[in-house]
């Protein structure tokens, strides 16, 4: 999606009606990060749109903190995917999958992301399994309208539940602490295994595409 | 779920990348000269010939030859790009004109600043602000951007590109005396 660069254009101050939507929007998208939303987006910042090319909207904090990004056809479904220096700050709050060695760097030079890639040794692929229960804290404790599901990676790094076609997801590497891309799954995890071929993650942003390099200031 | 405070992740000074993925940005070199120096312990975790020999070992002999030509053909690439941009540097000329505008009026065009990595839009404010006059970007038929201040400013122009953008050389900087304009001859 964002293979070239991108020069930046104006920032747009958001009404607080709109950063409400979003806001909530961001929470149901992502329930996980519902202890952390106060740190994300906090109540006194404020938070502006971008334009970028092909109708994709970038929503930055203060200026300089890019959160997430909206891509706003319909083959996206209006998906809203963060940018990777917010998975980078908060890793554990989106789902995962991982790739093996060899496929990093067809990944970080801008190519669909292939099943094998996945399949493979070093690749993980979500693995149902129970989660051993968890307290509630006391930021979930103010946010009680909405339930934060107990789901997480186990230490083989198997996201505990099948992700469906359409979820955005963040790609890990093999070898590798940081997310190296974030995407759109535009197939299932469960066909995925079951067909071990064919496009995983179509147009991702990665690290070192023009949106990641996108000077803010 | 424990800490919540997010986590502040230290990216590379060269190519942005986080340091783990240096090694696929082009300018490996140059990044671990720079992780040597600003975070030596990091490096010492990813560099170490340890790790590396690890890593190489986990991978089949074909596909370590693959990966070694990839490395070295993005190495060139990325080298080239720079020599070029280098040499564009430094041939690159940036023309403080002044242009007859009606009679004793002039306007001051300066063009030639974005090869030295300025936004001609932000320079243009800066001039404006200095001199107090109208500056504006312009596009030129031939293509490309310029920068028109209004008034006839162009010693002062010189010595204040000189002064604040440092990037721009003494020598590759241009003073031309427009005098050929459609009505106003003469000076």
Known sequence: MFKKDITPSPKQKLKSSIQRNLRQNLLTTYPLLTPFIDDIIPKKASLEQIKLPDRVSLYVIDGTTPLFFQADTPSQQNTIVPHLKLVHRFPQCFPTIRIDRGAIRFVLSGATLMAPGLTSKGGRLPLPHERPPREKTAAEAEHEDIEVPNEGADEEGHWSRELEKGEPVVVLAEGKEEACAVGVLVAGTKEIKEKGKGPVIEEAHFLGDGLWRMTLD | ?187
């Not at chain 2, 030596?40 to 990966?67: D, G, N, T």
């Not at chain 2, 280098?86 to 090869?115: C, F, M």
């Not at chain 2, 107090?132 to 209004?150: C, D, F, M, N, R």
């Open chain 2, 1 to 187: 779920m424990t800490e919540l405070a997010g986590r502040h992740v230290v990216y590379c000074g060269v190519c942005s990348l986080p340091p783990e993925y240096c090694e696929y940005g082009g300018t490996v070199k140059k990044c671990q000269q720079w992780l040597e120096k600003n975070q030596p312990a990091m490096y010492s975790r990813i560099w170490s010939p340890e790790v590396l020999e690890a890593e190489m070992a986990s991978l089949s002999v074909e596909a370590q030859e693959r990966a070694m030509k990839d490395a070295k053909k993005k190495a060139a690439k990325a080298e080239a790009a720079e020599q070029k941009q280098a040499d564009k540097r430094a041939n690159s000329v940036v023309t403080i004109k002044r242009i007859e505008r009606n009679k004793r009026k002039y306007v001051t065009s300066v063009s030639g600043l974005e090869a030295f990595g300025l936004e001609l839009k932000k320079v243009a404010k800066d001039f404006g602000k200095k001199f107090a006059t109208g500056s504006s970007v312009t596009k030129v038929p031939s293509g490309g951007e310029e920068i028109v201040v209004q008034g006839d400013v162009s010693g002062e122009i010189e010595e204040f590109i000189l002064e604040k953008y440092k990037e721009v050389p003494e020598d590759n900087i241009e003073l031309v005396e427009d005098k050929k304009k459609k009505k106003g001859e003469g000076n």
